[in-house]
């Protein structure tokens, strides 16, 4: 078609009919653009020559060789088996055959050398056999030697289908990207141009070239992303604030609470009052481990805000999580005569007209919720505090939603999921970090198995015995799909079974499409020891504190994360008695055996969390994919920590100059920002 554009829809390309639309639209192609921009994830080495003699099983090589032998067409089992043999200097034989393409008997002559590209399928010391080599004229090597981009695929996309497209779209037509770094900038930074780079990120030579245009594109990948968060974090940061507390004596809290501090909260809690002390607006990740007590620091942080004339707010993932939260600290703050209220999902109407309007005449000091509190309507008197649990849960959208409620607040977020503090900074500033580094006294390490399906009767029997003894026992069930129905049938037929199987015992089922209230009752019920095996989905999976729960089965634990399995493990190991997960899993494949290893053989929650991140990538891991983060298609936050450290560099430095981006020479750049994160930065803004 004539006149390609970067918008043109792919279903105008030549060779691409409605059924292959579908395809690449499944690899989230759509445009020109996007078919530009599918950026290969790995090369397929063809630079080297490689003689005979240095063939090695299963390895894909480029070599010259001569026929020595006519090549013969064999018939075998309806298949014609085309063969001959061929050497090199170096002196071995390689035998080579095809099937059914007959034309290669005509192609190939004795005495003639030919340049071949294929894998090796066997060696021994007289000779190698490869199937079905590509075959080349030796003129041609020029040409075929360099490096092969392997892009991801889908069923009925194949490589040489997708690499067709692009060369069509790049070398034939010269479809061009608009650069959005001036020269100017692009020196500064060492940076190469962008058709450039996406040339040679396509059809680089050698590794070096794939290099240099990887760095351009994920220059611009992590430039824009880091301006993104800047700019809806914005009003929030840099602001000098005027609540500055005056009243740091929490002793009247502290006599209250039924146990002493561990040193690493107390430690953590000074640190705070620090901040609270201050000018500058308190910005506080605070990471401790499953049950290291992060609950306690962020009450006592509440309790100062309050203390010194400011309402706070607790913003925790999950109602039932808020509601322990409730529990837990409205007994202690009632005796202190503060008013603590909560909203969630099932909050009634009526119920949430009376808090917001008791909110807006300062009538509650601290409100607990979950992402219900950051709702338009909900108004505040004068909040001093936001709280967030688990926040790796909630995306930077809502976070940054909950902090706008109030002019410039102060800001405590709560993670069981260590951050490199590289990446931390990236993703929520300049926050300053606190590790609360050791468990309350008395907390056992949780005796971890790894079991398959042959083990189940042996499984029944440990939970019975357990339970003989009066304790309870979790089942958690993992998502099987993405599909709610499928997941349900699946958590169900769980209950059934044990239903069974423990006829003589009170078995109950909690899952997500549960009504709230219906959740609730149960773990009241669970709470109160008149439920002994609670069958559920993840639902439990953050922060539930049941102390005589000691028995946690996890099925098909190799669906999970690690850091999710080290979380559902948390729930167990909270009272003094010994405590027990079980996980199930009948996968055997190497990789899932050394991820539940990992889990049997460590109660670490921050090493096993690095581990996951390892395994995982960091998508999944930062809530980026729940907070509407386009992911990237290069970077990769994890690994590219220095191009990271160079973007935030460059960041400071047009921020410094031109904040609202409206120089001349950064135009192309905020219309790229909007192009990518306009949705988020209206939110955020809006
Ligand atoms: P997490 O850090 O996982 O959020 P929690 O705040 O839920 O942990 O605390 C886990 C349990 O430990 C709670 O029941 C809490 O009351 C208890 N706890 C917190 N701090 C202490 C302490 N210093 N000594 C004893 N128990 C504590
Ligand atoms: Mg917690």
């Given at each position: 078609m004539e006149n390609i554009r970067l918008d043109t829809s792919v279903q105008y390309l030549k060779g691409v009919g409605p059924k292959m639309y579908e395809l690449l639209n499944k690899l989230g192609i759509y445009s020109v653009k996007d078919l530009i921009e599918y950026y290969p994830r790995a090369y397929e080495d063809r630079t080297r020559l490689v003689k005979i003699d240095e063939f090695e099983k299963d390895k894909s090589v480029l070599f010259i060789a001569t026929v020595v032998r006519p090549v013969t067409v064999a018939h075998a089992r309806g298949k014609k088996i085309i063969s001959t043999v061929v050497t090199d200097e170096s002196g071995r034989l390689a035998f080579l055959t095809w099937f059914n393409q007959v034309y290669i008997k005509d192609k190939?002559?004795?005495?003639?050398s030919y340049l071949f590209y294929g894998k090796v399928s066997s060696v021994s010391p007289s000779r190698a056999t490869l199937e079905s080599c590509s075959i080349y004229d030796v003129m041609q090597l020029d040409k075929i030697q360099g490096l092969y981009p392997i892009y991801s695929l889908t069923a009925g996309v194949t490589q040489n289908y997708l690499f067709k497209l692009i060369t069509n779209l790049i070398i034939d037509n010269g479809i061009l990207l608009k650069d959005i770094f001036e020269t100017e900038f692009r020196k500064k930074y060492g940076l190469a141009e962008i058709n450039y780079a996406v040339r040679n990120i396509h059809f680089p030579k050698d590794f070096s070239m794939v290099e240099t245009a990887r760095n351009r594109i994920i220059f611009e990948e992590l430039f824009l992303f880091q301006l993104a968060l800047l700019h809806m974090r914005d009003n929030n940061l840099e602001y000098v604030k005027t609540n500055i507390y005056k009243d740091l004596d929490c002793s009247e809290f502290l006599k209250i609470i039924p146990f002493e501090l561990t040193n690493a909260q107390k430690k953590v809690v000074e640190q705070i009052k620090d901040d609270l002390s201050k000018n500058v607006v308190m910005n506080r990740l605070v990471q401790g481990d499953v049950g290291s007590g992060k609950t306690m620091v962020a009450a006592i942080a509440m309790y100062l805000?309050?203390?010194?004339?400011?309402?706070?707010?607790?913003?925790?993932?999950?109602?039932?999580?808020?509601?322990?939260h409730f529990l837990e600290?409205?007994?202690?703050?009632?005796?202190?005569?503060?008013?603590?209220?909560?909203?969630?999902s099932s909050t009634t109407k009526k119920q949430k007209e009376k808090i917001i309007e008791r909110l807006k005449n300062n009538e509650i000091d601290i409100l607990i919720g979950t992402h219900s509190i950051i709702e338009d309507n909900i108004e505040f008197n004068n909040l001093g505090l936001v709280v967030t649990d688990e926040q790796h849960r909630f995306g930077v959208k809502q976070r940054m939603k909950l902090s706008n409620k109030?002019?410039?607040?102060?800001?405590?977020?709560?993670?069981?999921?260590?951050?490199?503090?590289?990446?931390a900074i990236v993703l929520y500033g300049d926050l300053d970090l606190s590790v609360i580094d050791e468990l309350p006294p008395g907390r056992k390490p949780v005796d971890t198995f790894v079991v398959n399906d042959s083990y189940n009767q042996r499984v029944y029997n440990f939970l019975r015995k357990n339970i003989d003894e009066g304790r309870q026992v979790y089942v958690v069930c993992p998502l099987v799909e993405e599909n709610e129905e499928l997941d349900l049938n699946s958590v169900e037929k769980l209950y059934e079974e044990y239903k069974k199987e423990f006829k003589e015992y009170n078995v109950a089922i909690l899952h997500g499409k549960m009504k709230n209230k219906e959740k609730d009752e149960i773990m009241q019920?669970?709470?109160?020891?008149?439920?002994?095996?609670?069958?559920?989905?993840?639902?439990?999976?953050?922060?539930?504190?049941v102390p005589n729960a000691t028995v946690m089965v996890i099925e098909n634990a190799d669906r999970f994360g690690l850091a999710a399995l080290h979380q559902l493990r948390g729930r167990v190991g909270r009272g003094s008695a010994a405590s027990y997960c079980i996980l199930k899993s009948n996968n055997k494949s190497a990789i899932a055996r050394e991820r539940l290893d990992i889990m049997r053989k460590s109660n670490d929650g921050?090493?096993?969390?690095?581990?996951?991140?390892?395994?995982?990538?960091?998508?999944?891991?930062?809530?980026?994919?729940?907070?509407?983060?386009?992911e990237f298609k290069l970077a990769n936050l994890l690994t590219d920590v220095k191009v990271l450290e160079r973007t935030q560099q460059a960041v400071r430095d047009i921020i410094e100059q031109d904040k609202e981006l409206n120089l001349e020479k950064n135009k192309k750049i905020k219309e790229a920002l909007y192009e990518k994160y306009g949705e988020q930065l209206q939110n955020i803004v809006g």
């Amino acid at each position: 078609m004539e006149n390609i554009r970067l918008d043109t829809s792919v279903q105008y390309l030549k060779g691409v009919g409605p059924k292959m639309y579908e395809l690449l639209n499944k690899l989230g192609i759509y445009s020109v653009k996007d078919l530009i921009e599918y950026y290969p994830r790995a090369y397929e080495d063809r630079t080297r020559l490689v003689k005979i003699d240095e063939f090695e099983k299963d390895k894909s090589v480029l070599f010259i060789a001569t026929v020595v032998r006519p090549v013969t067409v064999a018939h075998a089992r309806g298949k014609k088996i085309i063969s001959t043999v061929v050497t090199d200097e170096s002196g071995r034989l390689a035998f080579l055959t095809w099937f059914n393409q007959v034309y290669i008997k005509d192609k190939l002559k004795e005495g003639m050398s030919y340049l071949f590209y294929g894998k090796v399928s066997s060696v021994s010391p007289s000779r190698a056999t490869l199937e079905s080599c590509s075959i080349y004229d030796v003129m041609q090597l020029d040409k075929i030697q360099g490096l092969y981009p392997i892009y991801s695929l889908t069923a009925g996309v194949t490589q040489n289908y997708l690499f067709k497209l692009i060369t069509n779209l790049i070398i034939d037509n010269g479809i061009l990207l608009k650069d959005i770094f001036e020269t100017e900038f692009r020196k500064k930074y060492g940076l190469a141009e962008i058709n450039y780079a996406v040339r040679n990120i396509h059809f680089p030579k050698d590794f070096s070239m794939v290099e240099t245009a990887r760095n351009r594109i994920i220059f611009e990948e992590l430039f824009l992303f880091q301006l993104a968060l800047l700019h809806m974090r914005d009003n929030n940061l840099e602001y000098v604030k005027t609540n500055i507390y005056k009243d740091l004596d929490c002793s009247e809290f502290l006599k209250i609470i039924p146990f002493e501090l561990t040193n690493a909260q107390k430690k953590v809690v000074e640190q705070i009052k620090d901040d609270l002390s201050k000018n500058v607006v308190m910005n506080r990740l605070v990471q401790g481990d499953v049950g290291s007590g992060k609950t306690m620091v962020a009450a006592i942080a509440m309790y100062l805000a309050v203390k010194n004339g400011y309402q706070a707010a607790l913003m925790a993932p999950t109602t039932i999580l808020a509601n322990q939260h409730f529990l837990e600290l409205s007994g202690y703050f009632e005796k202190l005569n503060i008013k603590v209220e909560i909203i969630t999902s099932s909050t009634t109407k009526k119920q949430k007209e009376k808090i917001i309007e008791r909110l807006k005449n300062n009538e509650i000091d601290i409100l607990i919720g979950t992402h219900s509190i950051i709702e338009d309507n909900i108004e505040f008197n004068n909040l001093g505090l936001v709280v967030t649990d688990e926040q790796h849960r909630f995306g930077v959208k809502q976070r940054m939603k909950l902090s706008n409620k109030g002019k410039i607040v102060d800001t405590l977020v709560m993670t069981a999921t260590p951050i490199p503090r590289s990446l931390a900074i990236v993703l929520y500033g300049d926050l300053d970090l606190s590790v609360i580094d050791e468990l309350p006294p008395g907390r056992k390490p949780v005796d971890t198995f790894v079991v398959n399906d042959s083990y189940n009767q042996r499984v029944y029997n440990f939970l019975r015995k357990n339970i003989d003894e009066g304790r309870q026992v979790y089942v958690v069930c993992p998502l099987v799909e993405e599909n709610e129905e499928l997941d349900l049938n699946s958590v169900e037929k769980l209950y059934e079974e044990y239903k069974k199987e423990f006829k003589e015992y009170n078995v109950a089922i909690l899952h997500g499409k549960m009504k709230n209230k219906e959740k609730d009752e149960i773990m009241q019920d669970f709470k109160a020891n008149n439920i002994n095996i609670l069958i559920s989905t993840t639902v439990i999976e953050v922060g539930i504190s049941v102390p005589n729960a000691t028995v946690m089965v996890i099925e098909n634990a190799d669906r999970f994360g690690l850091a999710a399995l080290h979380q559902l493990r948390g729930r167990v190991g909270r009272g003094s008695a010994a405590s027990y997960c079980i996980l199930k899993s009948n996968n055997k494949s190497a990789i899932a055996r050394e991820r539940l290893d990992i889990m049997r053989k460590s109660n670490d929650g921050f090493l096993i969390a690095k581990k996951d991140l390892e395994l995982r990538g960091p998508g999944d891991f930062f809530g980026i994919r729940q907070s509407g983060m386009p992911e990237f298609k290069l970077a990769n936050l994890l690994t590219d920590v220095k191009v990271l450290e160079r973007t935030q560099q460059a960041v400071r430095d047009i921020i410094e100059q031109d904040k609202e981006l409206n120089l001349e020479k950064n135009k192309k750049i905020k219309e790229a920002l909007y192009e990518k994160y306009g949705e988020q930065l209206q939110n955020i803004v809006g």
